[in-house]
């Protein structure tokens, strides 16, 4: 197996398991707001809010990873 060929398995299964670890950490998000929703309506724009900068911060790590794995998969070393 050349260098070139390990770095696309690489870069497929990091690009992967980060998917799979925002999807977890988004949908426990979600999970939460809407259980802080559910006990307590009036304070649902504050929590909200507090979501999205929270689901921005997650998805983040899923898109540094694509670059990583362009990065790993088209810059020859």
């Not at 802080?36 to 309506?41: D, F, K, L, S, T």
């Amino acid at each position: 197996m050349d260098v070139s060929a390990a770095a696309m398995i690489g870069a497929g299964i990091a690009a992967g398991a980060a998917a799979i670890g925002a999807s977890l950490g988004n949908g426990g998000v979600i999970r939460s707001t809407v259980e802080g929703v559910a006990r307590q309506p009036e304070a649902k724009g504050s929590l909200q809010s507090l979501m999205f900068i929270g689901v921005g911060l997650i998805e983040a790590l899923p898109l540094l990873t694509w670059v990583i794995a362009i990065l790993m998969v088209f810059v020859k070393g």
